[in-house]
């Protein structure tokens, strides 16, 4: 039977745990035959028997023992995500598919977009892509990066959270915390890759959305934190309660059940537009616009570097709910054309490994 080694996000984050999940639902449906996998870290080392990325080690774990290798998904060309060995990747003796993988700049005080210090040298990207089989690309500014470094067999197929189908989906019963509630997906400002100004506001434009959204009457909030290092920077709200969770379908649910989504977080805000939960996303770095631009949500989404006031546009789209519903419906036709994509890509090369 294949095996299949999964090199995935070794951060702890649920994000990085939902879109394997859903990842992991693709691959079932677009299998014709069993496979087994593996999955491994992306970089560095899991308890003591797992070593992380293109290494040495792995590759020679892979050449006498796998069938195949899969990359992504993920921001695995960006926050020294991926370790590749050059060494090891020549060695290699299976093509990887990649797999939903982005790259992108940040924005600096003037709303300019620069590089990345984090990122994966344009050299390893490169060798990495022409190692591959198909290299298929969260978003078309990944693509149009990849292509200025002369690589080819490209295809945008957006996140397969988008593919996820909400009624195939053993959720759990409705959390009394989540049910009804507005639910605020934050992130630690320290961990967001803007400048040391805007981190500063985040703490307060957190608090501002939290009062103002009290006058409107809403009385029910939640902060949802994806990371365990976001839990300190909630703790600054003592008044509002906090949901953690490290089971994706235990987080599905809550934003299944909710009653309206302001999020920091793309991967709050995607299975929201999935289940036609209401949902504002605030964008601050290009890998987020480009995704959001390739799912067809530019609607409902709100720069947070280059607006004048983030919070009070974000405030104005959620006073509209139905205008958001719309938005969501007219994307979805784009979501299909993706998953599509996604499936077929996947069935050839799942059944390539059969070979």
């Not at 593996?38 to 070593?51: C, D, L, Q, Y």
């Not at 050449?63 to 290798?69: A, E, F, I, M, P």
């Not at 149009?144 to 295809?155: A, C, E, I, K, T």
Request: proline content about 7%.
């Amino acid at each position: 039977m294949p095996l299949i080694y999964h090199f995935r996000p070794a951060t702890p984050n649920i994000g990085n745990d939902l879109i394997v999940f859903a990842l992991h639902e693709l691959m079932a449906q677009a299998a014709n035959k069993p496979y087994d996998l593996m999955n491994m870290p992306a970089k560095g080392v899991s308890a003591v028997i797992k070593s992380g990325g293109i290494t040495r080690q792995t590759v020679n774990d892979i050449n006498q023992l796998g069938s195949g290798v899969l990359i992504g998904p993920g921001n695995l060309f960006e926050n020294n995500g991926l370790e590749v060995d050059p060494v090891a990747l020549d060695a290699l003796r299976f093509a990887p598919l990649i797999f939903s993988v982005s790259w992108g700049r940040i924005f600096d005080d003037q709303g300019e977009l620069h590089p990345r210090t984090d990122a994966m040298g344009r050299e390893a990207i490169a060798a990495l892509c022409r190692k591959s089989s198909s290299v298929l690309v969260r978003d078309a500014r990944t693509r149009d990066y990849l292509q200025s470094l002369g690589v080819d067999r490209l295809h945008v197929i957006g996140c397969p959270v988008l593919t996820l189908q909400p009624d195939r989906l053993p959720l759990p019963a409705p959390d009394p915390r989540a049910q009804d509630a507005v639910i605020i997906s934050v992130r630690n400002p320290l961990l967001m890759n803007i400048s040391p100004r805007l981190q500063g506001r985040v703490h307060l434009d957190v608090h501002r959305l939290i009062e103002k959204l009290r006058s409107m009457g809403q009385r029910k909030i939640a902060l949802l934190c994806h990371d365990p290092r976001d839990l300190r920077f909630a703790a600054a709200y003592a008044d509002v309660p906090v949901l953690y969770t490290e089971s994706p379908l235990q987080y599905l649910s809550w934003l299944r059940d909710c009653r309206l989504s302001i999020t920091f977080r793309l991967h709050s805000f995607l299975p929201c537009a999935v289940f036609g939960t209401p949902s504002v996303h605030f964008s601050y770095d290009e890998r987020a616009v480009g995704l959001i631009e390739t799912a067809n949500l530019q609607e409902c989404d709100v720069n947070y570097v280059r607006s004048a006031d983030p919070v009070e546009q974000a405030l104005a789209m959620v006073t509209d709910p139905d205008s958001i519903r719309r938005a969501v419906e007219a994307a979805r036709p784009t979501w299909c054309g993706l998953q599509d994509l996604m499936c077929n890509e996947l069935s050839t090369w799942l059944h390539g490994l059969e070979q």
